[in-house]
Structures are given as C-alpha cells and as structure tokens.
C-alpha cells in the first residue's frame, strides 16, 4: 500500500508517495478474491501409502477455474495469526493470494466439482460445472506444467469431454444444457456419475465417453451423488427434500429416504450426503438439519436441528465432518455427539477434504482455503489464484 504517514498532531498525512494505480489495482483484487467461491477441493494422490504427505491440493472455483496448489510452500509462506483481546477469540486467520502450480481455465461458468479416477499418477483429473460438461486430464501432464507459468486450457488440452443432453420441448425446442452439480466414480465398473440440474443423474463410461444410463425420479434439480464399492447401487440428493437409492445396472429406484419425515419441519433441500468406508452408515446433510442413517435398514439413527444449511458432510473413521455457511467446522461422533467445533477462515464454507496424513481442507466463500491439522490448528490459509 502508497505510503502515509500521519503528523504528530494527527491534523493531516503525508501523501508525497500516493500511488494511485497500485492503490485501484489493490482494490480491484480484494473484490476479485471476495466474489470468488471454492466449491471443491481434492487432495492428490500420494505414493506413499505407510507415510502419506499432503503435497498439492486442488480447488475447483466460482470462475471456472481448475487450479492445483502446493501445501509445503503455502505453509512456508504462512503469515502469523492476530488475536483480538477484545473479543477474547482468534481472528480470522491472515491469507495470501497463492500462487498455483498449474491453472486450467476449464469450464464457461462455475466450476462445481473435481476429483479423481484412480489413485496413482497416470490417474485422470475430473471436473464438472455450470456449463453441463466433465472434463478429464491426465494427472501426470499436469504435474510436469509446473514446470512453467500457470498453464491454461488452450495449452492443456482435456482428454475427456462429456455433455449432458439437452431435452426436446415444444415445436421440437432444446432446452439449456443442464449443469452438473456434483460427481462420484466407480473404477471397478469404469464409470463416472453426476448430478445434474434436469433432475436426473447420469452414469457414462470412461473408456468410450458413451452415456450408459439415465437415473429419472427426482422432481428436482440434484445437490450430490454418490457411487457405492460394494454393491451395484447409487446415492442421490436432491432440491425436492429426498434422497434416492438407485440400482446403477437397470436405472430403477429402490429406495426413498425423506431425511425430515416425522420431524417438526419437514420442508427443505438435501445439499450433501456421505458414506463411511464400510459403507452401512449415511450422513444427510439438509438446509437445517444433519442425520444419520442405517443403510441396512433405512432407519434414521438421530437427527440435529442446525441454525444453518449443511452445505458439505464426509466421515473421518468412525467421526463425522460437517460444515455450512457460517465459518465453522464441526466434527461429531457416531452417535451424534458434539466432539469439537473449529473456526475456519470462509465465512461460508462450501467443502471439506480429508488426507490420510490428518489433514484438512476447508474451502468456500471468497475464495479461500483453509488447511487445518489434525489437532485443529490452522497450518495455513490462502486465496485461490484467479481468471
């Protein structure tokens, strides 16, 4: 910032030195990095499965963006945190715009989701978004870009490219290409799932990039989707209030879950949902509640009214992660139990990932990512590289 430099009798200022350009450009750049959103972060693989680090993460943002970040140097470059004295709490955690190791301006409108195909290097990166389309690089051609300037699309080409499919209306009318909200994958069957903004979730094949079915029931766009490793189902949540149970081979729907049935308030949208890693617990998040339930039976195990919508919820062993548009992230037991709630630096935060090292991200609201430990201190924050 310009210099200035205020008398002793506080009566006036120095501005000899005023810089009027770098005083615009510094405006223009918090507006820049407070309009923007992460919507979802992804660690990478590691090597290492006896002593996994968290090396790079990967954000997906409001501008389309797909960008990959190296943890080591975001926390070399940590600044120190301020405590308030008057309201005797830490403040939020001080951020700097990071600098990425590889920028992909992948999707025209905002980018909803990322993740990956496989866990190894040659496995590929997918993300999907506003504009209707997954896209697909190989992880190892991204990792060699760091070697230059952030790298943008027209560089890095992906080698996957998936649409969905506009609908037919009146006078042979096509509708907008519906967006995809979120995605999940099943390596064993070779397919990728997405959510999408018609009310149906799609299933396509990796290989050929062929649609190979169409999940219909939903009278609502969809939130979330979730593929299931031991057995031919998925999961769906939508903006209608419920969550579906789909087998993934016929398309048929086996099972309706309505998390807020019997419940005072029995209004409201599914915004994320979760599995556990043996896959017979479910967390639904809504936009005021969390539940758990029993995937054997479908029964509802215990329910918490929240004060705001759960906007991201995953287990962490046998705990569950949550967090919503307020900057806080809760971690609850099994049994619904409160175990611990950390201040996190989004004020509304939009997604949770978890590294097998302990670590975790928190991402959302003005564009910043917050890297949490596992004894919840804040080992770093940061803003994410822009358009």
Same mark, same amino acid.
């Given at each position: 910032m310009?210099?200035?430099?205020?008398?002793?009798? !506080?009566?006036?200022g120095?501005v000899?030195?005023?810089?009027?350009? #770098?005083?615009r450009s510094? *405006?223009? @750049?918090e507006?820049?990095n407070?309009c923007?959103t992460?919507? #979802?972060?992804?660690?990478?693989?590691t090597?290492?499965?006896?002593?996994?680090?968290?090396?790079?993460?990967?954000?997906?943002?409001?501008?389309? &963006?797909?960008?990959?970040?190296?943890?080591?140097?975001?926390?070399? =470059?940590?600044?120190?945190?301020?405590?308030?004295?008057?309201?005797?709490?830490? +403040?939020?955690?001080?951020? +700097? $715009?990071?600098?990425?190791?590889?920028?992909?301006?992948?999707?025209?409108?905002p980018?909803y989701?990322?993740?990956?195909y !496989?866990?190894?290097?040659?496995?590929?990166l997918?993300?999907?978004?506003?504009?209707?389309?997954?896209?697909?690089?190989?992880? @190892?051609?991204i990792?060699?870009?760091?070697? =230059?300037?952030?790298t943008?699309?027209?560089?890095?080409? %992906?080698?996957?490219?998936?649409?969905?499919?506009?609908?037919?209306? %009146?006078?042979d009318? $096509?509708?907008?290409?519906?967006?995809?909200?979120?995605?999940?994958?099943?390596?064993?069957?070779?397919?990728?799932?997405?959510?999408?903004?018609?009310?149906?979730?799609?299933?396509?094949?990796?290989e050929?990039?062929?649609?190979?079915?169409?999940?219909?029931?939903?009278?609502?766009? $969809?939130?979330?989707?979730?593929?299931?490793?031991?057995?031919n189902?998925?999961?769906? !949540? &939508?903006?209608?209030?419920?969550?579906r149970? /789909?087998?993934?081979?016929?398309?048929?729907?086996t099972?309706?879950?309505?998390?807020?049935?019997?419940?005072?308030?029995?209004?409201g949208?599914? &915004?994320?949902?979760?599995?556990?890693s =043996?896959?017979? /617990?479910?967390?639904?998040?809504?936009?005021?509640s969390?539940s758990? /339930? +029993?995937l %054997?039976?479908?029964?509802r195990?215990?329910?918490?009214?929240?004060?705001? %919508?759960?906007?991201?919820?995953?287990?962490d062993?046998?705990?569950?992660?949550?967090?919503?548009?307020?900057?806080?992230?809760? #971690?609850?037991?099994?049994?619904? =139990?409160?175990?611990?709630?950390?201040?996190?630096a989004?004020?509304?935060?939009?997604?949770?990932?978890?590294?097998?090292?302990?670590?975790?991200a928190?991402?959302?609201? !003005?564009?910043?990512?917050? *890297? *949490?430990?596992?004894?919840?201190s804040?080992?770093?924050?940061?803003?994410?590289?822009?358009?």
């Amino acid at each position: 910032m310009a210099k200035w430099n205020w008398t002793e009798e !506080g009566r006036g200022g120095d501005v000899r030195d005023w810089d009027e350009d #770098r005083y615009r450009s510094s *405006i223009l @750049q918090e507006r820049e990095n407070g309009c923007r959103t992460v919507f #979802r972060t992804v660690f990478a693989p590691t090597k290492s499965t006896t002593n996994p680090t968290a090396d790079v993460l990967i954000a997906a943002s409001s501008d389309g &963006s797909v960008s990959s970040y190296s943890i080591p140097s975001c926390i070399a =470059s940590k600044k120190e945190q301020h405590i308030n004295p008057n309201a005797h709490q830490i +403040s939020q955690p001080l951020a +700097s $715009l990071a600098e990425p190791m590889c920028f992909i301006q992948g999707h025209k409108g905002p980018a909803y989701d990322v993740m990956f195909y !496989g866990d190894e290097e040659d496995s590929l990166l997918l993300s999907c978004g506003d504009d209707g389309r997954i896209f697909g690089w190989k992880w @190892q051609e991204i990792l060699n870009s760091e070697l =230059s300037m952030p790298t943008s699309a027209t560089t890095l080409n %992906p080698i996957l490219d998936l649409m969905n499919p506009q609908q037919r209306g %009146p006078w042979d009318a $096509l509708s907008p290409i519906p967006e995809n909200n979120a995605m999940d994958v099943n390596t064993q069957e070779g397919s990728i799932f997405s959510a999408a903004g018609d009310a149906c979730a799609y299933c396509w094949d990796v290989e050929t990039g062929i649609r190979k079915q169409i999940f219909r029931g939903h009278t609502d766009y $969809l939130h979330c989707v979730i593929s299931m490793k031991s057995s031919n189902q998925i999961i769906t !949540g &939508s903006e209608d209030g419920t969550v579906r149970i /789909w087998d993934s081979k016929s398309g048929k729907c086996t099972q309706v879950i309505n998390p807020r049935a019997g419940l005072a308030w029995e209004s409201g949208w599914v &915004s994320s949902i979760a599995v556990d890693s =043996s896959e017979s /617990w479910l967390a639904i998040g809504t936009d005021s509640s969390l539940s758990v /339930w +029993s995937l %054997p039976s479908y029964e509802r195990i215990w329910n918490i009214d929240t004060r705001v %919508p759960i906007q991201d919820v995953l287990f962490d062993g046998n705990q569950i992660l949550a967090v919503g548009s307020e900057p806080v992230l809760t #971690r609850f037991g099994i049994n619904g =139990s409160v175990l611990s709630q950390i201040h996190c630096a989004p004020q509304s935060a939009f997604t949770i990932s978890s590294h097998p090292s302990g670590i975790t991200a928190i991402g959302g609201y !003005g564009g910043l990512v917050d *890297i *949490i430990s596992d004894f919840g201190s804040h080992l770093c924050t940061f803003y994410c590289h822009g358009v």
